[in-house]
């Protein structure tokens, strides 16, 4: 029923009694029970009662439970939402009002433990170490002179280079506690928090000396205050600002040492750096070829070896690699003998990790059409021919024009010994054989293509820091053009300051510009000189894919007896 249909009954006098539940109206009259649904009408009462309808109420029932309900649920929620955030700021349970301890965990026999053993090329760093235990074993040998133990020790080097392991180790020798927490545990979301953990971890280790404190990664903490895009950091100022206080407040002598480890040296503190917090520098560098050697020989514990498997070469082929790219490549050539089905490793299960941990997996499904493979073919073996013509060159361990990773093919060379300088004609050579590729291009097949892009990149660079940085222009003289400056907001990305004339700028240019046509030249007549070779390997090339040093050598040799033809300035 309408409810101006129940009004006029009401006013007629036919409606004998109602009950009212909130909007629900149901009634009785003469003629049968009805129901209808009241608007909010203040009059409604007084005219029930002014035609004496008998009136009943009875309470609203479920409206009100979801009233009552819905007016709590925001509050439901927040408490919700905090706990959520207590419990995961702590890592999951825990006390959630427990904020400020410290995170650092006591290393301890519960992990896989760590020696000496297993690090290796990286003696002066771990020599340097050795020496912080012996401090804290007898502090008094050292100081009877005068002298004052080394309050920290930091330890820098690239990522990978085994700087966590060695702490590791330390902590595997020492025979004291080792505490060991990560720069991060330290930063939270709330301001203050980061200060005291700080504050605790160093009464912990005041309580538990002598003992080691080892912070990896404190570039988290410790990066320069006021810095950092978006303005003052306050949080993280006040954690470093405590550290600075805590590494102040300890005599050296109270037997707690603070190790620390970072691959951003440039972005940290000055403060932080000085004489008397981090008292030495230790760098972790990347391994020499010895280095490697051991370090190969320290992961290949665990792999049953082939016997053509040699270390040696590997470690010559693998120059740059870091502890942990090495151990990455062990990995995956075990990984690769398995699915081979082999039961020891061989070398050629090394050669293809090596390679897929250099340059990314093989792209075998890559189509590329004949005429490509012949583009292909011809560069690399320019690259190739050239290298293995210009003197003083390191030989050529293999040329591949087996797509992976982002690159076509290669040509990789492998160096004899490890170099730290290099003379110009060295570095004109590389030049040269970089030039190789688009030289052989041209010369057979006429054209030019894309894939010059990155070896033109390469010896571009190299050019220009040979002028800008080497000064190896004659032209130009022994000067530095050009400041390098570190951008700590963006990055380690170096940009280059410009401290010289705009006229500079363009002798500069054409000097590079110099190098580089020089050395296309350079390439571009030794190739022409032994074309006889150039087709032979490519043709090889295009047969086999891959050609190894000795294959390499055999097609020089052959076409030399046959042409008589390797001669070259
Ligand atoms: P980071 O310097 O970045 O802290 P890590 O110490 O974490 O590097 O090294 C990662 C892994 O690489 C180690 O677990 C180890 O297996 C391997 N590794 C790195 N350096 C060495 C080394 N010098 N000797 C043996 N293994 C190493
Ligand atoms: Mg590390
Ligand atoms: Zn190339």
């Not at 309408?2 to 006013?11: K, T």
């Not at 009552?68 to 929620?77: A, C, E, K, N």
């Not at 912080?132 to 133990?149: A, N, Q």
């Not at 008292?279 to 560098?285: C, E, F, H, K, M």
Request: charged letters at 25%; one cysteine or more; proline letters at 4%.
């Amino acid at each position: 029923m309408g409810y101006s249909d129940f009004v006029s009954l009401v006013e007629s006098g036919r409606v004998i009694r109602v009950t009212i539940q909130g909007n629900n109206i149901s009634g009785l009259t003469a003629q049968g029970p009805f129901h209808t649904f009241a608007p909010k009408d203040p009059q409604l009462i007084t005219l029930l009662k002014g035609k004496g309808v008998k009136i009943s109420a009875k309470p609203e029932e479920g409206a009100s439970w979801l009233r009552m309900f819905l007016s709590w649920v925001p509050m439901l929620l927040l408490v919700g939402v905090w706990i959520f955030f207590m419990r995961r700021m702590q890592g999951g349970g825990g006390n959630p009002l427990s904020f400020g301890k410290n995170r650092a965990s006591l290393l301890s026999d519960s992990r896989e433990k760590v020696t000496f053993e297993d690090v290796a090329g990286i003696d002066e760093a771990r020599d340097e170490l050795q020496e912080i235990v012996d401090f804290l074993r007898d502090p008094g040998k050292f100081t009877r002179l005068g002298g004052r133990i080394p309050k920290g020790v930091l330890l820098v080097g690239a990522p990978g280079t085994g700087k966590t392991l060695l702490a590791r180790a330390i902590a595997g020798v020492a025979d004291v506690p080792f505490f060991s927490i990560s720069g991060s545990d330290f930063v939270e979301m709330f301001v203050g928090v980061g200060a005291s953990r700080v504050r605790n971890l160093f009464k912990e280790g005041k309580k538990n000396a002598p003992c080691i404190i080892f912070v990896d990664e404190i570039d988290a903490v410790g990066r320069r205050r006021g810095a950092g895009l978006g303005g003052g950091h306050d949080e993280k100022e006040q954690t470093l600002n405590q550290l600075l206080v805590e590494m102040d407040g300890f005599a050296s002598n109270e037997g707690v040492i603070l190790i620390s480890a970072t691959n951003r040296p440039d972005v940290l503190d000055p403060a932080l750096l000085r004489p008397g917090r981090f008292d030495r520098q230790v760098v972790v560098s990347v391994p020499d070829v010895m280095g490697r050697v051991g370090i190969l020989k320290v992961h290949v514990k665990k792999t049953p070896l082939s016997n053509d498997v040699d270390i040696k070469t590997l470690a010559r082929g693998t120059s740059g690699f870091t502890g942990a790219d090495i151990e990455n490549m062990v990995n995956e050539a075990a990984l690769m003998a398995a699915r081979r089905g082999k039961n020891r490793l061989e070398m050629i299960d090394f050669e293809d990790a090596k390679d897929k941990v250099m340059m990314g997996p093989e792209r075998k499904s890559m189509i590329i059409s004949e005429e490509e493979k012949r583009v292909m073919a011809y560069h690399e073996a320019g690259h190739a021919l050239v290298a293995r013509l210009l003197p003083g060159t390191d030989p050529i361990h293999k040329v591949t024009i087996i797509p992976r990773g982002r690159s076509l093919g290669l040509t990789q060379q492998l160096p004899i010994n490890e170099k730290h300088t290099y003379p110009k004609d060295d570095l004109e050579n590389n030049i040269s054989i970089l030039m190789g590729g688009r030289a052989a291009e041209e010369i057979v097949l006429n054209t030019q293509t894309t894939g010059v892009a990155s070896d033109i990149e390469k010896a571009s660079g190299l050019a220009r820091k040979m002028v800008c940085e080497y000064g190896m222009s004659e032209e130009l003289g022994p000067v530095a053009f050009g400041k390098k400056e570190a951008q700590i907001f963006l990055g380690s990305e170096f940009t280059r300051h410009r401290d010289f004339s705009e006229m500079m700028a363009q002798r500069i240019d054409e000097e590079v510009r110099n190098i580089i046509i020089g050395a296309f030249e350079k390439a571009t007549r030794l190739i022409e000189d032994n074309l006889g070779i150039l087709h032979k390997m490519a043709n090889t090339l295009l047969e086999k894919e891959t050609l190894n040093s000795g294959e390499i050598d055999e097609l020089m040799v052959r076409e030399k007896s046959g042409l008589g033809a390797i001669l070259f300035t």
